[in-house]
């Protein structure tokens, strides 16, 4: 489109991708997310010196910040994503289950509001009944996540996922839900125009996870009855109406095993079927441990249906810093069988040698007779045996 872009990254990032594709790259601090990607000031003097029109926040970090928002309105940049408004009802989880209580959208059991004391946490548990689970208000990706089966193992699991999410987040409010036990984690895709206007793009069905951390996604759903993804699909554009929801987003749901949803629309056809496999740098055999290093063979699959994203390449070097994604791989295929059989291809034309990765583990999963059954739920990596 001929815009010119302008890459911030910290001293960890400096040979990410991102840097080398940019037109300008500003270097904003140090690998502790505090002093650069959660850093404001910095983010705003890197806008200021290159004299950018505009902030793509990206995800995470301060992508659900409504200060960081607020200040590049005031700035007369646009911020790419959703009004300082809009974050303050949804991007905070606690204020989002209290703006969707409001709109009519179905929301599971919990704390009415951030919870400030072990007290507290166990009063709530003892009246929604265990198992529970405590999440960070400013969470995303896992972090500052715990469940609770029994009530003497509230009070450690409070302390420490605040001081997880104080780490992660800069932000150690909690708050705790009725932990759904045998569930699938659905999410609604919407987008929102300036006008008031929301549709919803279907659905993705991420319930292969370790540690509340995606691994493996698929759309559509091989449990959605064409009702039950109708359902879905009017609650996502019910809570994207109640805040006049602008810009791309997810409305995350569950579904228990009864297929009832908890946390409207025009009609579409959608076409074949998606799958997506979350690639990081992690050691399977060795409890998902972090691997990082060089990458001395990175070679990414293609031809038909098969997309590759990523911030990686051969000779880079797979810092401890952050998030050990390092690609996501996607396929599209005629249906589930033919997306799974493309996605094994893919995978096995994926060559990265110097650091282990979490390929032959996808290879397991897909192969495995639960996944391709499609009955299963969030517990699949403890219970499947690969």
Known sequence: MGIKTVAVYSTADADSLHVKFADEAVCIGAPMS?????????????????????????????????EFSEICSLSGVKFIGPTPLMIKKMGDKNSAKETMKQAGVPTIPGSDGLVESVKEAVE?????????????????????????????????????????????????????????????????????????????????????????????????????????????????????????????GTIEFLVDKHKKFLLYGNEYTYSGHSIECRINAEDPDKDFRPSPGILEVFHTPGGPGVRVETHAYAGYIIPPTYDSMIAKLIVHAENREHATERMLRALDEFVVIGIKTTIPFHKKVLKSEEFRSGIYDTSFIEKVKL
């Open 34 to 66: 505090k002093d650069s990607y959660l850093s404001i000031s910095r983010i705003m003097s890197a806008i200021e010196i290159t004299n950018a029109d505009a902030v793509h926040p990206g995800y995470g970090f301060l992508s659900e910040n409504s």
């Open 124 to 248: 709530i548990g003892q009246k929604i009944g265990y198992p529970i689970i405590i999440k960070a208000t400013a969470g995303g990706g896992g972090k500052g996540m715990r469940v609770v089966k029994e009530v003497n193992e509230t009070a450690n699991a409070f302390e420490s996922a605040r001081i997880e999410a104080e780490k992660a987040f800069g932000n150690n409010g909690v708050y705790i839900e009725k932990f759904l036990e045998e569930p699938r984690h659905i999410e609604i895709q919407i987008l929102g125009d300036q006008y008031g206007k929301a549709i919803d793009f279907g659905e993705r069905d991420c319930t292969i996870q370790r540690r509340h951390q995606k691994l493996i996604e698929e759309s559509p759903s091989p449990i959605l009855s064409s009702e039950l993804r109708k359902k879905m699909g009017e609650a996502g554009i019910m809570a994207a109406h109640a805040i006049s929801y602008e810009g791309a």
